[in-house]
């Protein structure tokens, strides 16, 4: 008798909310810097179609939500209708080979080179890349107001709303990096 397979479990399926994935390999958000002007550009088709599978999940890159929230070069954003409807060709790709696509949304803080809005005024040190790659350079923060927040919420929910516009099956909510916490 021949012996049963074993079960992968990275390949069995998951439920996420309403959401059946057919296995659990989900790609992660990765910033790659090649959004000019902050516009998704027509090669992100190609990039994140290749990545998708039938029922797979993919997260998107960090996507700014508003224009003081930017941070990394040439990522994309949220925030205007030219973004949205960028985004929205990348969509219908992943979703015409199966896939569920989440919008990452990022108000990067502190990790910002054009005078940054933070919790504290306290600036970054910063690392030196192990790989060469050139020292990262941050403004001096202005701590956010108290008064200033429900902004900063807002930008998020129009960024969530403008996912949806976009197409998105939902968003994903940048978490504090463990490097930023000092
Ligand atoms: C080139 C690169 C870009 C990344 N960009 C993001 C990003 O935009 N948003 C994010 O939450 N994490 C980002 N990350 C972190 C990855 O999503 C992922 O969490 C991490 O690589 C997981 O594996 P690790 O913790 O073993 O590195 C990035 C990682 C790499 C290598």
């Known amino acids: 008798m021949a012996a049963k397979a074993p079960t992968i479990p990275l390949l069995t399926p998951y439920k996420l909310g ?14 790659r810097n090649r959004c000019y002007g902050y516009v998704p550009q027509p090669h992100a088709i190609l990039y994140y179609s290749q990545r998708t599978s039938k029922g797979g999940l993919l997260i998107t890159e960090a996507t700014a939500v508003s224009d003081t929230s930017l941070g990394f070069t040439e990522s994309p954003g949220i925030w205007t209708t030219e973004q949205v409807d960028a985004w929205k060709p990348i969509v219908d790709a992943v979703h015409a080979k199966g896939g569920i696509f989440f919008c990452q949304i990022v108000h990067i803080g502190r990790v910002s080179n054009q005078a940054p ?8 040190t910063p690392q030196i890349p192990s790989n060469g790659a050139d020292v990262p350079q941050f403004a001096p923060p202005r701590r956010l107001r108290s008064d200033e ?11 969530a709303r403008h996912a949806v ?8 909510i940048h978490g504090a990096h463990g490097f930023l916490i000092d």
């Open 18 to 31: 309403k959401f059946n994935l057919s296995h659990r390999v989900v790609l992660a958000p990765m910033a």
């Open 117 to 124: 809005i933070s919790s504290t005024d306290k600036p970054l």
């Open 149 to 159: 927040i429900p902004g900063i919420v807002n930008e998020f929910r129009l960024a």
């Open 165 to 172: 516009a976009a197409g998105f099956d939902g968003v994903e």
